[in-house]
């Protein structure tokens, strides 16, 4: 038995899951997880001593690669004068003056410490900024694990919000109304049927949580004008595409603004770190100025800050870093498609995902199609080939600047060989 599987048995008799976060579990891959001891650029390591070529940047933000030089020498500087004060400091200023000029439409930001909370009180704003009290989501998007976003489409897009977690209480549920994904009309027929009640869209301009799935051409646009039609606040979810798949995010990359935006993952460059921001009028709610609570004992936590601002103070300085993931995102993609013609291959920019489906994937109904037995399958080949890959059909993969050609073709020819499960 290796150290994994040892350190395992121990973490499932105190942890539940043995995991701090589910996505975590190998249990979809019928595996146990690798238990990791460190990480260097592409390259990550477990207490076995096994190297992989790592395909989850610890779910996003590694943009750079692990352990980037820049990046670490920031955090050793901030860490010797202390870890937190629990008060103003300069590099929130700069952290607040940067995210506004790099992302379109945002021109006030809060700091917070997750995904979760970016989301979380983003929605608050938007409702504290409309008087209403209703949030469209999409099927298959995931916006963190607060109550009124753990909801998915129950029965297509009329249904209102039905609990997806147990211990979420029905009524945090029922101002939560789910569309389809790609599916304008859908949105349309929720805000119609809602008149001057919905507060705000929100959606992951890339979906990057059901697998990948692109918006078709016009839908972010349509979203776009169904808000300023109807009143609503249009909220990007960019907590995985924001810095990701330009400076600008999607909104750049796609030429759409929201009005308010959402930041995770890469902003923090792997410390816990989450962000909202957008038009100042709709910020201008946040206490201690306007009525909407919204608070954070760590929140631009100093340490936090110093990696942040040195990894998207390299983003901007280096748009050829664009260039190459993208470059490399596009190689895996048309690669894969050459190499497995029976799957379908999806993905924007340095994010790529393989469904095992023939069905072209637009939504969450699509994305289901995929033959999750044959991905465990590939799964497991691919790890034990030295592949570190997201144990879920329904994640991405995700290429860093650390990335070679070599890796990709290496991943390829791999992908080619692995058994198909059947
Ligand atoms: C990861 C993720 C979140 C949640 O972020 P956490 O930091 O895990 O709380 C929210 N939205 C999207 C799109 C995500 O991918």
Redesign the pocket.
């Known amino acids: 038995m290796g150290r994994s599987e040892a350190l395992f048995q121990e973490a499932v008799q105190r942890m539940p899951g043995g995991v701090n ?1 589910p996505v975590r579990a190998y249990q979809s891959v019928g595996l146990t997880p690798r238990f990791i001891a460190r990480a260097d650029a592409q390259q990550i390591f477990d207490v076995d001593g096994v190297a992989y070529t790592d395909y989850v940047g610890s ?2 933000p590694m943009i750079l690669g692990h352990n980037h030089p820049t990046v670490r020498q920031a955090v050793m500087e901030a860490v010797q004068n202390g870890l937190s004060f629990g008060a103003a400091t300069e590099n929130e200023v700069k952290m607040a003056q940067l995210v506004c000029e790099m992302v379109p439409s945002v021109e006030m930001v809060r700091m917070v ?7 979380m009180s983003a929605v608050r704003a938007a409702r504290g900024y409309t008087h209403r009290d209703k949030v469209i989501k999409f099927a298959g ?5 607060s109550d009124a ?1 753990l909801v998915k489409a129950g029965s297509g897009v009329m249904t209102a919000g039905v609990p997806d977690s147990a211990g979420v209480p029905a009524a945090c549920a029922a101002d939560t109304l789910t569309a389809r994904y790609n599916h304008l009309e859908g949105v349309q027929q929720l805000f119609e049927q809602n008149k001057d009640q919905i507060a705000a869209v929100v959606i ?1 301009p890339v ?3 059901m697998g990948v799935v692109e918006p078709q051409e016009g839908f972010l646009q349509g979203l776009r004008a169904l808000c300023d039609q109807y009143g609503a606040v249009l909220i990007f ?5 924001g810095f990701r798949l330009a400076p600008g995010g999607a909104q750049e990359y796609y030429g759409v603004r929201a009005d308010l935006v ?1 930041f ?2 890469i902003i923090g460059a792997g410390m ?3 962000a909202y921001g957008g038009r100042r009028e709709i910020m201008q709610m946040i206490a201690p100025v306007g009525s909407v609570y919204q608070a954070g004992t760590l929140s631009g936590n100093p340490v936090a800050m110093a990696a942040g601002l040195a990894q998207l103070g390299l983003l901007r300085e280096h748009p050829e870093i664009y260039q190459r993931v993208n470059l490399l995102g596009a190689r895996l993609r048309d690669g894969l498609r050459l190499a497995l013609p029976e799957c379908t291959v999806n993905g924007v920019g340095s994010l790529v995902c393989l469904f095992f489906t023939d069905q072209p994937v637009h939504d969450y109904e699509s994305a289901k199609t995929s033959d999750t037995k044959r991905f465990a399958a590939y799964f497991k080949w691919m790890l034990a080939h030295g592949i570190y890959l997201a144990p879920s059909q329904f994640e991405a993969i995700f290429l860093s600047y650390a990335h070679t050609q070599a890796d990709v073709d290496q991943f390829l020819s791999l992908a080619a060989q692995a058994p198909n499960g059947r």
Request: charged share 15%; aromatic share 6%.
């Open positions: 976060s779910w996003g410490n997750s995904g979760t909370e970016a989301v998007c995931y916006h963190g694990h976003m992951e979906a990057a949580n979810d960019e907590v995985i595409t959402t995770g993952k816990p770190v989450g």
